[in-house]
């Protein structure tokens, strides 16, 4: 079976620039989940003059700064504060009115009394104000009999009208389809969810710090590609109505990355989004994020290196620690980290010498152990990257460094210095999971096209994550590539690692869902 992607056949599969997708506007209407009481204190609120979406307010701090006055009460006791956030929780008590008033750093009570404030605002509070509803406060600090910091409201503003009831208060948003479909809801409600997400962004921070600190330069390459390369995957293809033609989107920004370092940039990196039109599970998601680096005049050993020293420092950086929990697994990230080949691991983990048996009885290996797409397997190396695969990965719970792969499917790797049908490649696994991925890159153009031309037979007869060639990139190479090393690390399981958690849509704010409809 032939999958030549010329034109003629995508654009057949692509739909017309002016086909409509989307939901019909009695979809759209019919999908919207407003309140009716809501909307008609909404209408009340605008009766009375007042504008219930107003264009700013005033702060002069943030709730968590205001939680920390209390650290020193006898100083800041009826102090004046001036902060907005969101109601959550209103328990209404004839002249007193509770409510917990919640922002991106924490929450705090605030009171309102009667008297404290006009008859007619408290009157509009307690008559207009729901949960939900955004709202800016002036009061001052003070502490409850039971001891719970507070503050009591001498003023309040309507800020934004909430239309949408939240979750029941006891039982908050549990469903997780729920949960990953309306992501603003569950960062609504879901304080800790929104750590998450708060150590993702540090962690992207961490790794620039780390990178431009050895004076790493960051750059940004195509996403919308004419030939896609980098990695075996499946593309995700469109159509460019302007150049009439195909374009795919990035796998992988691994050979423009490398074309800079061609250029004369000795040390590069980029943080990106990649897209790979491949299953969705627990560790797969068909966009995701993750940063390459290339550094010149290194190898894999050099790359190595890197990965475990910027890793170990960014758990320290962010747990203040070595150890995280995933599961019912204590992982050490403490350096130095374990490093074996891939031939010695399947030796270790699963007591199977490959080259000690035939073709034959490899496969049968295979099929008892029911290994999936055994029969692609036709020669050592490819038997010793199925079986090991099948056999170990999922016992790599520490980190460890697997290395010297067979060349069969690593095409852009260098050959190894001293084993024959080997190049010098590594991945790093973790908790069962591959989380990084490096090189001695490949230099020689001859060599690279060669393995580009062994791909592209393997995609012709219906492998679909083989890779395609691109001969701008062999050009490229034959202008001179310096010996250099380089890195991929997978920042979506990463987050995973460090918040413990077992799926990758818990870390991806809007994974990838099917359609409702």
């Given at each position: 079976m032939s999958i030549e992607l010329n034109n003629t056949e995508l654009s057949d599969k692509i739909p017309p620039s002016d086909s409509n997708d989307t939901l019909s506007d009695d979809n759209l209407l019919k999908s919207r989940v407003f309140d009716d009481s809501k909307i008609a204190k909404l209408n009340g609120i605008k009766s009375q003059g007042l504008n219930p979406y107003p264009y700013r307010f005033e702060k002069n701090g943030d709730i968590c700064e205001i939680l920390k006055k209390f650290d020193d009460f006898e100083q800041n006791e009826g102090l004046t504060v001036k902060t907005a956030g969101r109601l959550y929780n209103i328990r209404r008590l004839g002249k007193m009115i509770f409510a917990d008033l919640g922002d991106q750093g924490g929450r705090i009570q605030v009171t309102l009394r009667k008297g404290d404030l006009p008859d007619d605002a408290f009157e509009t509070f307690k008559n207009l104000v729901d949960s939900g509803d955004i709202i800016g406060i002036k009061g001052e600090l003070f502490r409850t009999k039971r001891g719970e910091n507070s503050i009591s409201v001498s003023e309040f503003s309507l800020l934004s009208k909430s239309l949408c009831a939240l979750p029941e208060k006891f039982h908050g948003l549990?469903?997780?389809?729920?949960?990953?479909?309306?992501?603003?809801?569950?960062?609504?409600?879901?304080?800790?969810?929104?750590?998450?997400?708060?150590?993702?962004?540090?962690?992207?921070?961490?790794?620039?710090?780390?990178?431009?600190?050895?004076e790493f330069l960051e750059f940004e390459t195509p996403v919308l590609q004419t030939v896609y390369g980098g990695a075996n995957a499946r593309p995700f293809m469109t159509f460019h109505n302007c150049l009439g033609q195909n374009l795919f989107l990035r796998i992988a920004p691994e050979l423009y990355l490398k074309r800079l370092v061609v250029g004369g940039y000795e040390k590069v990196f980029e943080i990106c989004k990649n897209f790979r039109n491949e299953d969705i599970d627990t560790t797969h998601n068909p966009e995701f994020t993750m940063i390459e680096v290339y550094e010149a005049y290194r190898d894999y050993n050099d790359m190595m290196d890197l990965t475990e020293c910027l890793?170990?420092?960014?758990?320290?950086?962010?747990?203040?620690?070595?150890?995280?929990?995933?599961?019912?697994?204590?992982?050490?990230?403490?350096?130095?980290w374990k490093r074996i080949s891939m031939e010695d691991a399947l030796k270790e983990y699963a007591g199977l010498d490959v080259f000690a048996h035939s073709l034959e009885e490899l496969r049968q290996i295979a099929i008892e152990n029911r290994i999936e797409d055994y029969e692609k397997a036709k020669t050592y190396g490819e038997f010793l990257a199925l079986l090991f695969e099948g056999l170990v990965e999922d016992k790599l719970i520490n980190p460890t460094f697997i290395y010297d792969f067979p060349v069969e499917n690593s095409p852009l790797a260098k050959n190894h210095r001293s084993k024959e049908g080997f190049v010098e490649r590594f991945e790093l696994f973790l908790n069962g999971w591959e989380l990084a991925n490096g090189y001695s890159e490949l230099n020689d153009p001859l060599e690279q096209e060669k393995r580009f031309e062994e791909q592209d037979k393997k995609r012709k007869l219906g492998d679909l994550e083989a890779q395609t060639v691109d001969y701008d990139f062999i050009n490229a190479l034959g202008y001179g590539l310096p010996p250099t090393g380089g890195m991929?690390?997978?920042?979506?399981?990463?987050?995973?690692?460090?918040?413990?958690?077992?799926?990758?849509?818990?870390?991806?704010?809007?994974?990838?869902?099917?359609?409702?409809?």
């Open positions: 549990k469903d997780i389809e729920t949960r990953y479909r309306k992501r603003y809801l569950d960062l609504i409600v879901n304080a800790e969810k929104r750590e998450i997400f708060v150590m993702r962004s540090k962690l992207i921070s961490e790794i620039r710090r780390y990178l431009t600190e050895r890793i170990s420092e960014l758990v320290f950086k962010l747990t203040g620690g070595y150890e995280v929990k995933m599961g019912e697994n204590t992982i050490n990230l403490r350096s130095p991929g690390l997978g920042i979506d399981r990463l987050t995973m690692l460090l918040a413990g958690l077992e799926s990758i849509k818990e870390v991806i704010l809007f994974p990838q869902m099917k359609r409702e409809d």
